[in-house]
């Protein structure tokens, strides 16, 4: 039998990480409050079968209705053998259409055979079909009174409102991974497995809070160790690499910053075969925790094992919270363009030199705080001007205003950032067609914007007012958009960043002069 059936919760008291639930369930229960429909929802593995197997022996019990189940009663036996008349579970996933829930309809209206009531659990109730969710609203509604129902779903958002409205509903949480890796270690105890610490809480991570998965990979794990000691590197062995180590070390190499490590940590990585895009994930992930750290380490509790916890909260000490947004904003489009279509191992050592580099030119406030100084000294340089004026220096003052209202290339490129983060501040989504986006020319009262593809130049043309209020706002002019589609255009982007620093201080100097 598999781990995880054996170590199934018998009780109430054995279900891992759903304190909540256990507390109003074993209330109603005590007080007889029960209700004749229920749902269970939450994310697989977190229980919510089981919890509905123990309810049905709680109130089929023979000592019952009771928040306990001796488990041992020729009731109880029956339940945990499957043998049960009057406990029914159901697959709406294999059992979804008219005919079955007609079936079952017809069913319920008779007595249970020997128990105080039939218990129908219907696993993966979001299955059903529109007509068979039609067809058992009516027995949802208005059952029998020796009749329950019981459903379970990963997706209750798929289930009809009119079946939500006729349930308890309760809401099983993602186990947390202490929680977790102590369950582990207990059963991996019991059972006679040798495994360290640290492969637990790789077994964790992995399982994303469903313990059903994670004694999955415990017994396959063991298995694969062949009574020697398993480690986190014999995990990765027996199920591949996730990327998550490489995923630490390309956070130490970007914070460094080192770009000939990170480039060389995403070669190691391409060449062990892991997912490059599940490695973006898992970098965003890092950076997520190092700003969550900052904000309340305590809130790491249920995501992290206590000592990776320890150790994001050692690290975001040294790091601002400018500098993890812009973390989270660079892998995040990176990751965005891979999942549309790009070369991820391209984004992600693009997305690295970007946010590396960055620390070597001036950030774009500061660019923008010299050239207000620059301005300031223009300022006080005319009004300290002694001489009276003549028709040159009216000329030459004419020129230079002339100059300030005008709308050049190089003055839309280094506003291009600003005018870009007010769009996403908006618009979300337009993230990565902007990403892609080159300043091509500016004719006349015309913004032209080189693309790469059809579908970012059509997903910014839907948005074209969204951007051109951004850019009168940044600008000072209301300017109009065009788009052109040009295969080239993404090393054009690179070109454009590049020379934003280079735009900004040309225009301040123009200015100037």
Known sequence: MSLYRRWRPLTFADLVGQD??????????????????????????SGKTSAAKILARCINCANGPTPVPDNTCDNCRAMLAGTALDVLEIDAAS????????????????????????????????????????????????????????????????????????????????????????????????????IEDDALAAIAYRADGGLRDALTMLEQLAAFSGGEIATAATLDLAFGSTGRQFAQALVAAALEPDATAALELVEEASDAGVDLAVLMRAL???????????IDPS????????????????????????????????????????????NARLELETALLRFIMAGEDPAFETLTARVAALEERLSAASSVAAAPPTASAHASAETPAKRRGEITVQRVRAAWQTIRGRVEDQRRSLSAPLSRAAIDAVESNVIVLRLPNAWSADTLRDHAALIETAIADVLGSPLKLRLRVDGNASRAETQDQEESSDALFDYANERIR
Do not use: W
């Not at 209330?27 to 209700?35: F, H, P, Q, R, Y």
């Not at 992930?285 to 190092?290: E, K, L, T, V, Y």
């Open 20 to 45: 909540a639930v256990v507390r109003t369930l074993t209330a109603a229960i005590e007080s007889g409050k029960l209700a004749h429909a229920y749902l269970f929802s939450g994310p697989r593995g």
């Open 95 to 194: 059992n979804r259409g008219i005919d079955e829930i007609r079936a079952l309809r017809e069913a319920v209206k008779f007595a249970p055979a020997s128990m105080r009531m039939k218990i129908y659990i219907i696993d993966e109730a979001h299955m059903l079909t529109k007509e068979g969710a039609n067809a058992f609203l009516k027995t949802l509604e208005e059952p029998p009174a020796h009749a329950a129902f019981i459903l379970a779903t990963t997706e209750p958002e798929r289930l009809p409102a009119t079946i939500l409205s006729r349930c308890q509903r309760y809401a099983f949480r993602r186990i947390a991974v202490p929680v977790m890796i102590a369950k582990m270690k207990e059963i991996a105890s019991a059972e006679g497995m040798a």
């Open 284 to 294: 965003i992930s890092d950076f997520r925790n190092i700003l969550v750290a900052r």
């Open 299 to 342: 809130l790491l509790a249920r995501d992290l094992a206590s000592d990776d916890a320890q150790r994001v909260t050692r690290q975001a000490l040294g790091i601002s919270q400018a500098t993890v947004l812009r973390a989270l904003r660079t892998f995040g489009e990176a990751l965005a363009l891979a999942r549309s279509g790009g």
